[in-house]
């Protein structure tokens, strides 16, 4: 695609224009991205592990879902910072193919990332709006065939340049400037549609927090009437439309200045402050990588408890770990469990189910059920008792009625009759 004989001053023009960090700065930023992708490694790698030794959490779509952003983010976690310090620390100069099949690696990382996070909004999304046929709407066969579409598509338009949707470094204006081999089309396309996938996770956040916001109002209309248990509600809405405000806090800061730059190259010809300002943040996106399992998994109790059960394995012997092995439950969980509610994909997050945690909804329906049988029962009862006892009441009346109106009768017609003897 060399097309272009005129090359302005500051095009790309080899790999040497793509390097823009200083001594300091490859120093700094090579540590730095080398310490964020260990926490990140570390981190979704027991995630994984929590997930895929829990054969009860494997059933769950909303498991599924974190596993899979958990995998994406593992993989973000050891290529980015391998090809970054790499290319900008030790200067390595690789071929067209080597160059673009590290970037593909990287570009598959991420764009797993955001898909996962935006199949985790879809899941709260159906959960909060759709709760009675949540179970119905997403069952595991669907999750599977969500995922298996999501990295089937995400593996094809990764690796796209490598498969031809590239452009010859030095050519001017289809190159990028960013990334080399890379051409601006491609850029402007997989910039839009990882736009487009932010606007609908912010989109599905927005509805959730305007939900909330709703409901709490509803909640504080009641307090003057209601105890203790409604005000507790209202403290849980206000600790979900916190936890989502960080979930989009931490969303839009780490991927908005990446895609602004990107943008920005596509729009006008970056300058040498603007690329270097641009391989920083782009560590923002590995930070991201490293934040999600502590929003997304190590927040919800169903992981924690994994994640406590598994500890308590390995302090106190391997007898429990052949059990769990063996699929025989421990002492914890052979005893009765709690049913589970309708829309159990939000609790599985660490936020309400819909609008409370998994213990506080169970509680709070028990004690619905526990109360609305002892009001069926007591009235069933009372009217029962009350049917009941008004038929005995009218029988016992109606025979000593009929035994008194009987004995009257015989002492009035006996006495009649004696006398009438006696005259006679």
Same mark, same amino acid.
């Given at each position: ?370 109360? !609305? /049988? =002892? &009001? +069926? #029962?007591? $009235?069933? *009862?009372?009217?029962? @008792?009350?049917?009941? %006892? ?6 016992? !009346? /109606? =025979? &000593? +009625? #009929?035994? $008194?109106? *009987?004995?009257?009768? @015989?002492?009035?017609? %006996? ?7 006696? /005259?006679?």
């Amino acid at each position: 695609m060399e097309n272009s004989s005129v090359i302005p001053t500051g095009a790309p023009q080899g790999l040497d224009f793509f390097m823009v960090l200083s001594c300091g700065e490859q120093r700094a930023i090579g540590v730095l991205g080398l310490l964020v992708g260990a926490v990140a490694l570390l981190e979704n790698g027991l995630v994984l592990g929590l997930i895929a030794g829990a054969p009860a959490l494997r059933r769950r779509p909303s498991f599924l879902f974190m596993g899979s952003l958990a995998l994406a983010d593992l993989l973000a976690s050891v290529v980015y910072p391998v090809s970054f310090v790499d290319f900008h620390l030790f200067r390595r100069h690789d071929g067209r193919a080597a160059s673009l099949l590290k970037l593909g690696g990287v570009t598959l990382a991420f764009s797993g990332s955001v898909g996962s996070l935006l199949l985790t909004a879809v899941d709260r999304y159906l959960c909060l709006h759709r709760a009675h046929r949540y179970r119905a709407l997403l069952t595991r066969r669907r999750a599977l065939l969500a995922l298996l579409l999501l990295w089937s598509a995400t593996v094809l338009v990764s690796f796209l340049p490598l498969m031809g949707w590239q452009c010859a470094t030095g050519a001017w204006p289809p190159c990028s400037e960013l990334f080399p081999y890379v051409s601006l089309s491609f850029q402007l396309c997989w910039t839009a549609a990882i736009v487009l996938e932010l606007l609908v996770i912010l989109a599905a956040y927005a509805t959730i927090l305007w939900k909330a916001r709703l409901h709490t109002a509803a909640m504080a209309a009641l307090q003057a009437a209601a105890a203790g248990p409604q005000r507790a509600r209202v403290r849980l809405d206000l600790r979900l439309a916190r936890t989502l405000s960080l979930v989009l806090l931490v969303l839009v800061g780490c991927w908005l200045p990446v895609l602004g730059f990107m943008l920005a190259d596509v729009a006008a010809a970056l300058g040498l402050a603007q690329r270097r300002a641009f391989a920083f943040c782009s560590m923002l996106c590995l930070v991201n990588s490293a934040v999600n399992p502590l929003l997304y998994a190590l927040r919800c109790q169903e992981i924690r408890r994994a994640l406590v059960a598994r500890l308590r394995c390995l302090t106190g012997g391997g007898a429990c770990c052949r059990r769990r092995r063996a699929g025989t439950p421990t002492p914890r969980e052979s005893g009765p469990t709690q049913p589970e509610v309708s829309g159990t994909g939000i609790s599985s997050y660490g936020l309400a189910t819909p609008w409370g945690s998994q213990r506080e909804v169970d509680k709070g329906g028990q004690e619905e059920v526990d109360r !609305g /049988g =002892q &009001e +069926e #029962v007591g $009235r069933g *009862g009372q009217e029962e @008792v009350g049917r009941g %006892g008004q038929q005995e009441e009218v029988g016992r !009346g /109606g =025979q &000593e +009625e #009929v035994d $008194r109106g *009987g004995r009257e009768e @015989v002492d009035r017609g %006996g006495g009649a009759g004696g006398g009438d003897g006696e /005259g006679v």
